[in-house]
T-cell receptor, first 113, second 113 residues
Framework: KQEVTQIPAALSVPEGENLVLNCSFTDSAIYNLQWFRQDPGKGLTSLLLIQSSQREQTSGRLNASLDKSSGRSTLYIAASQPGDSATYLCAVEGETSGSRLTFGEGTQLTVNP | ETGVTQSPTHLIKTRGQQVTLRCSSQSGHNTVSWYQQALGQGPQFIFQYYREEENGRGNFPPRFSGLQFPNYSSELNVNALELDDSALYLC????????????FGPGTRLLVL
């Protein structure tokens, strides 16, 4: 059974800092890994999707890397802003789990002005 | 292009009642997945519908059921509500059932008293 873990559970940083969020998964047989952002009480916004054959994806100040063999992904946020404050979730689509996404519990990020 | 929409936004029910939640998929998407997110947790996969057929189910009892309509909108029905069913219910649509980015709606917040 696929398990996804995110570390840290919560993170508070001053504005302007570069930061790294971590995601690990137990079964490396995945199609892809996706990073989402969730604002309090809201739905999920897709940030980046990395296919299993890719090593990284970039969008603006966000860069996500994937090391499939070791079961790890990182989300790098450059020059953090207060508007980045949210919960960040990673999810994997497993080769043996059909169509479902398996999520971690998220990292709650607070960027202080 | 219209995004994924869900209705209602909030709902309060009592134990034993039945509830129907609705989801309109993004234009051009034929696949809808439903997730349950308890407070402070990551979303858990309930089931997926692809072209009006159930295409995968998570570890949820049969009192959780669904439908997908010819226009690819979907319903989630929950019978005999329990207190633990209180959660944010999210639907996501995608271009297909596998290896496609899932786009999430804003969710329906269900409270069971």
């Amino acid at each position: 059974k696929q398990e996804v873990t995110q570390i840290p559970a919560a993170l508070s940083v001053p504005e302007g800092e570069n930061l790294v969020l971590n995601c690990s998964f137990t079964d490396s047989a995945i199609y892809n890994l996706q990073w989402f952002r969730q604002d309090p009480g809201k739905g999920l916004t897709s940030l980046l999707l990395i296919q299993s054959s890719q090593r990284e994806q970039t969008s603006g100040r966000l860069n996500a890397s994937l090391d499939k063999s070791s079961g790890r992904s990182t989300l790098y946020i450059a020059a953090s802003q207060p508007g980045d404050s949210a919960t960040y979730l990673c999810a994997v689509e497993g080769e043996t789990s059909g169509s479902r996404l398996t999520f971690g519990e998220g990292t709650q990020l607070t960027v202080n002005p | 292009e219209t995004g994924v929409t869900q209705s209602p936004t909030h709902l309060i029910k009592t134990r034993g009642q039945q509830v129907t939640l609705r989801c309109s998929s993004q234009s051009g998407h034929n696949t809808v997945s439903w997730y349950q997110q308890a407070l402070g947790q990551g979303p858990q996969f309930i089931f997926q519908y692809y072209r009006e057929e159930e295409n995968g189910r998570g570890n949820f009892p049969p009192r959780f059921s669904g439908l997908q309509f010819p226009n690819y909108s979907s319903e989630l029905n929950v019978n005999a509500l329990e207190l633990d069913d209180s959660a944010l219910y999210l639907c996501a649509s995608s271009l297909g059932p596998l290896q496609e980015t899932q786009y999430f709606g804003p969710g329906t917040r269900l409270l069971v008293l």
